[in-house]
């Protein structure tokens, strides 16, 4: 992971410093400019955006909310959502992945012991997101389950939820 984001983060700064230096060049009209029509002077000036602001930094932005927890209820069997939001203005063409997976095979742990419990994931592949989003959700809300309570001690038993976002330059 760390390998992919330093590569990301390497095309980035690529792209930050291929940004055309534009002259401030200047027009002007004056009596010997070319009177064309209707005895009317004309020049002409290209109004454009850069891609970086006036500071020089990025001018993308992207947030991926995701939940603080998951609480479920001793012995709930139902889904329970594990759903994220992500806000976002990128460059064009660019997009963010988002993808979420259950850390050491969804086994949740108690503390101190050996007891275990296993949660499974649904929906946590990854999903594309485009340029703009305002609090986009994915088309399928991941969601984690506990299928079997018995068989173990009741406790706080514990587990991890990782969610993964990708860059992904245009």
């Keep these: 992971m760390k390998k992919i ?3 990301v983060l ?4 690529l ?4 940004v055309p230096a534009f002259a401030a060049g200047t027009q002007e009209i004056n009596k010997d ?3 064309p029509v209707e005895n009317k002077q004309t020049a002409t000036a290209d109004v454009f955006t850069k891609t970086t602001k006036d500071t020089g930094e990025d001018a993308y932005t992207y947030t991926v909310t995701i939940p603080a927890d998951i609480q479920i209820g001793w012995g709930d069997t139902t889904a329970q959502d594990a759903s994220y939001k992500v806000t976002s203005q990128l460059l064009l063409g660019a997009k963010l992945v988002v993808g979420v997976a259950a850390n050491n095979g969804g086994n ?3 503390p101190g012991t050996e007891k275990y419990l296993n949660f499974s994931l649904a ?5 594309n997101f485009a340029e703009v989003n305002n609090d986009a959700a994915p088309a399928a809300a991941p969601t984690v389950t506990v299928a079997n309570f018995s068989g173990v001690p009741i406790a706080e038993y514990t587990g991890t939820l990782v969610y993964t976002v990708t860059y992904v330059a245009p």
């Design 108 to 110: 949740m742990t108690n």
């Design 33 to 35: 400019t070319p009177v």
């Design 123 to 127: 929906n946590g592949g990854n999903t």
């Design 5 to 7: 984001l330093s590569v």
């Design 15 to 18: 792209f930050a410093v291929c």
């Design 10 to 13: 390497a095309v980035v700064m």
